[in-house]
């Protein structure tokens, strides 16, 4: 996670303009070399690169504006051999990345993916830096609020996402000026279109002046995931959306017309769970109330974390985060409480960044997810734990460290029993912002089908491939803008060719 909350980068973005609200009308006579489906992070510069490299392209976005989740992401990138690292003398290659995304995500990421997306990450970074892309003080650095890596090569855009869709737009104008590019916004993909062989020859586009046929030599699937849309991210997942965090649009478009024309879903099965949501109500997809990140390595744990039965599941100081996320994911609905007392509450910092102690103290009094009683047993009443096993398990805590015994959890960081009423419960839920279920695709980004044959015509960038191509079953750090970026400029140089 990022330390700009979700509000402020929301803030920041209204008061900036828009990119490209206004659209070119497309001619359905001419055949495009390539068309794009999505106008946002993969998008963008797919079209961009195709046509500098003297493509005729038709770039389509179904909002009235371009730039997609760049306007609500942190844009958290990574690369090796950058103009930043080298500003601070940092030695690294992408072979070392790609050694440190596999063991964060233990090598459930598609290694020839990951490995196309660390090759041209350095010249991807390098590429924004040269177009006025600056990263915040400090940066870059080795995490954030995922594992770690090895050396210094991850960075945020001073202005999050909006840096990266600011250095963009200005080349991408320039094409549009040109004619180079023919823009489409506030415009629907309805339908791919396919010849007897089954190979994509065009799309059906409807907007503003209706519906028509266009023609073009690839089409490019850039339309984002699908965690905006309960009803798929389910059916694809098998797991429910627990909450509505993601961005509205993504509403999983593009990975509809992607199975329309034969191409495989992959990746459901890697859907790995971000911790400490505060849901409004157990009641999905519930709305996001508060968030605890609930990471050692930003603040040092007080609390203990039990499940549903009312059991510890997971070493609370654990140096993974990953592992963390990994325990949780195992916990039945994915349901998680916080249980800690008055002393943690009033020597530990606060659970839930930016809250006082004073809130945390009397938030029970008007928020369902929060409980307060003076012993262990009434607290799991009214948390709606079982209460002999959670009184069970808060003794067997407070024995092991007064007998100064080892936790039978490998806890290290046990400042003191709890032991102190009144005792407090947070009902948190796992969640996610992305989907990791998305289109098949091979190292040259061609959509495949069940068979794993490539569908002629027809190539998937960005979400729509699914978090799990390249960030496996974890949350790998800028394994998600940085591919996003790498793979439209890397395909958009490639189509121009054919």
């Not at 339309?223 to 905006?228: Q, R």
Request: proline share 6%; hydrophobic share 40%; charged share 15%.
């Amino acid at each position: 996670m990022a330390n700009l909350s979700r509000r402020e980068i929301l803030v920041a973005s209204a008061s900036l303009p828009l990119w490209r609200t206004g659209t070119t009308r497309a001619d359905p006579s001419v055949h495009y070399d390539v068309i794009v489906i999505g106008g946002g992070t993969a998008g963008i510069p797919c079209a961009l690169f195709a046509a500098q490299a003297g493509a005729r392209v038709l770039l389509i976005e179904k909002s009235p504006a371009l730039g997609g989740t760049l306007y609500w992401s942190t844009g958290q990138i990574a690369g090796a051999r950058t103009v930043f690292q080298q500003r601070l003398g940092i030695e690294d290659s992408p072979e070392a990345h790609f050694e440190d995304c596999m063991r964060i995500n233990e090598h459930t990421a598609d290694s020839d993916l990951t490995k196309l997306t660390v090759d041209h990450a350095g010249e991807t970074i390098n590429w924004l830096a040269a177009r006025g892309f600056e990263v915040m003080q400090g940066h870059p650095v080795t995490g954030i609020g995922h594992d770690h890596f090895s050396t210094r090569r991850y960075q945020q855009g001073v202005n999050s996402g909006l840096s990266i869709l600011h250095a963009f737009m200005p080349s991408l104008e320039t094409c549009i000026a040109r004619q180079q590019v023919t823009l489409l916004t506030g415009t629907s993909v309805t339908g791919l279109m396919q010849d007897q062989s089954g190979r994509v020859t065009g799309v059906t586009a409807t907007g503003p002046s209706g519906a028509a046929d266009i023609r073009g030599a690839s089409v490019v699937l850039a339309a984002g995931g699908c965690a905006a849309n309960p009803r798929l991210f389910e059916e694809l997942h098998g797991v429910p959306l627990y909450a509505r965090t993601a961005y509205p649009t993504s509403q999983g478009d593009g990975l509809l017309l992607g199975m329309s024309a034969g191409g495989a879903i992959v990746g459901g099965n890697k859907y790995a769970s971000l911790p400490g949501l505060i849901p409004d109500a157990f009641q999905y997809p519930c709305q996001m109330y508060a968030w605890a990140p609930l990471n050692p390595a930003l603040r040092n744990p007080w609390e203990i974390l039990v499940n549903a039965a009312g059991n510890r599941f997971i070493r609370e100081d654990h140096p993974s985060i990953h592992q963390i996320e990994r325990g949780i994911y195992r916990q039945p609905g994915h349901r998680h409480w916080a249980v800690f007392d008055t002393a943690a509450l009033e020597s530990g910092d606060p659970i839930i960044p930016d809250w006082s102690r004073e809130r945390l103290a009397h938030e029970h009094q008007s928020h369902p997810m929060f409980s307060s009683a003076m012993t262990v047993k009434e607290l799991a009443f009214r948390a709606g734990l079982n209460p002999s096993a959670l009184a069970e398990t808060v003794d067997q805590y407070n024995r092991q460290i007064k007998s100064a015994v080892s936790d039978h959890l490998g806890r290290v960081h046990r400042p003191a029993p709890l032991a102190t009423p009144p005792f407090y419960a947070i009902a948190m839920q796992g969640w996610t912002l992305v989907s990791f279920a998305g289109l098949s695709v091979n190292r040259q980004l061609q959509v495949l089908d069940n068979e794993k044959s490539a569908i002629p015509g027809l190539f998937a960038i960005g979400e729509i491939i699914g978090a799990a191509a390249t960030s496996g079953a974890a949350y790998t750090n800028g394994m998600l803008v940085t591919p996003a970026i790498t793979f439209g400029r890397i395909l958009g140089k490639r189509l121009a060719r054919i």
